[in-house]
Structures are given as structure tokens and as C-alpha cells.
């Protein structure tokens, strides 16, 4: 007998709030989950679309993202009055829990996000900057450069592939994306896949029109970041990433 909003809310409330233990919210009940939150969602159509505001949207959304269901994320994300910033914080949470492909597409596929943007979660730091370096964010300094520290593999390989699918969308959605986007030492996005010896993510950003000209707080390009930190690298990163850089400083600079 409760209004249906309530209900919503309390259907994707978090399991310890339905005294369910981690191990019991298994995968099916997850599911089982997400087809009542289907059935309560649908009353959306009609005079009830405007009944869950966007600050509400964004609870609900943070709580079915730490839950891993991909479903009720992507079902939210097509709600008519998601807010453009709760669809951009979503995306940069997920990025920043390391998520799974599934995710990422659940939240970027109904709608606009500007991975250039400069975040709320990351200090002074954009997505892209993030995906291409090998740093975790947050609490540390992003601007100490530690040499030990190594993203696992497949942790890089899914952000590489994140990059792409980002890029990749923005061009499709037409999203005035800034892929030269400055932290506040001026260093781009390009600069730390340079500086942490991300071929491919330096690769995907030159593609993607990154100016390898530019210069950052110290006057260093991307080329001068390659040779500064190359003796961190295998001597095959090392040639890779040279020859991928002096490729295309090489070229005419596009104005």
C-alpha cells in the first residue's frame, strides 16, 4: 500500500538492509531483484515520470553499482530526468571501482558523458587521465610518481579498453570532448601514458587528435616525458612508445 516511489527506493535498498548476508545475495536473487524494480519502474510512464528526482536517481544509482547489478543501472540511466551530472559521476565511479565492460556500457550507452571533463572525484584530474595512466587515484598524491607502482595487467587491459569504448562513443554521440585536457601541471592525458609507458593508450589519444607539441608546467612535450622516464620501462616499451611519438610529432600540427 505504499507509494510506488517508496517502494522503488525500498526494493533497491542494500541487502544488509533486508538482513541478507553478502554470500545469500547471490547472483538470482540479484535478478530476482531487478524484476520487481522493472515492474515498479514502468510506472514511470505516464503522470508518474517525474515522481523520482534526480538527486534520488543518483542514490539508487550508487546502490546498484556497488551491488554490480549492470540491469538496474542501465534500466536508471533510462529514466526521463537523469541529470547530465549524475550520469557523468556515475561514469567516472564506475572507472574509478576498476568496473567491468558491462558497467561502463550500462551507464554510457543512453546517453552523453564527456570523459574530458574535469572530475569530483579525482583531484583536478579528467577520466581520460586517468585511463591513461597506471596510478590509483584518490588519496594519493597524483603527482608522486612512484616507480614500483604497476596496475595488474588485466587492470590495464580493461582501462585500455575503456579509453577506447569512451572515445569511441563520444565521437558518435558528437560530444565536444577536449582530449588535450590540462591537470594542473599542465600535463595531458597524452603525457601520462607517456610518463607511465601506456603505448596503447598513448595510441588510442593520438588517434583521438592528441597534440604531442604541447608542453607541460616545466616545458617538457610528450617525447621529452618518454626519454626522462624511458629507464623505467622494457626496452621494448621503450622503442614503441619512441617511435609512436616521434611518428607523430613528426607530422604538421593541427590548428
Not at 505516464?46 to 534520488?56: A, F, H, T
Not at 556497488?66 to 529514466?79: A, P
Not at 557523468?88 to 550500462?106: I, P, R, S, T
Not at 582501462?159 to 582530449?179: G, I, K, P, S, Y
Request: aromatic share 6%; charged share 20%; hydrophobic share 40%.
Amino acid at each position: 500500500n505504499m507509494p510506488w516511489p517508496e517502494a522503488v527506493k525500498m526494493v533497491l535498498a542494500p541487502p544488509y538492509r533486508w538482513d541478507i548476508p553478502p554470500e545469500g545475495f547471490t547472483e538470482a536473487y540479484k535478478a530476482e531483484f531487478d524484476n520487481v524494480c522493472e515492474l515498479l519502474l514502468n510506472h514511470l510512464n505516464g503522470p508518474n515520470q517525474d515522481q523520482l528526482s534526480s538527486r534520488e536517481i543518483s542514490r539508487l544509482l550508487v546502490t546498484a553499482m556497488t551491488d554490480q547489478r549492470t540491469g538496474m543501472v542501465s534500466r536508471l540511466m533510462k529514466l526521463p530526468n537523469v541529470a547530465a551530472l549524475t550520469r557523468q559521476q556515475a561514469m567516472e565511479k564506475a572507472l574509478d571501482a576498476d568496473c567491468n565492460e558491462e558497467m561502463l556500457n550500462a551507464i554510457i550507452s543512453n546517453g552523453q558523458v564527456d570523459p574530458s571533463a574535469i572530475s569530483k572525484i579525482w583531484p583536478n584530474l579528467s577520466a581520460l587521465h586517468v585511463l591513461a595512466s597506471n596510478q590509483r587515484f584518490g588519496a594519493q598524491n597524483p603527482f608522486d610518481f612512484v616507480d614500483d607502482i604497476q596496475l595488474d595487467s588485466s587492470v590495464r587491459e580493461l582501462r585500455d579498453a575503456h579509453l577506447e569504448r569512451l572515445l569511441t562513443a563520444t565521437e558518435l554521440a558528437n560530444v565536444r570532448m577536449n582530449v588535450n585536457v590540462l591537470d594542473k601541471e599542465q600535463f595531458t592525458p597524452l603525457m601520462y601514458a607517456c610518463t607511465d609507458g601506456n603505448v596503447s593508450a598513448a595510441r588510442l589519444l593520438l588517434e583521438a587528435g592528441a597534440n604531442p607539441h604541447l608542453k607541460n608546467h616545466v616545458g617538457q612535450t610528450a617525447l621529452d616525458l618518454v626519454k626522462a622516464y624511458k629507464n623505467r620501462w622494457p626496452a621494448a616499451v621503450q622503442d614503441a612508445m619512441t617511435r609512436l611519438i616521434e611518428g607523430y610529432t613528426s607530422l604538421p600540427q593541427r590548428r
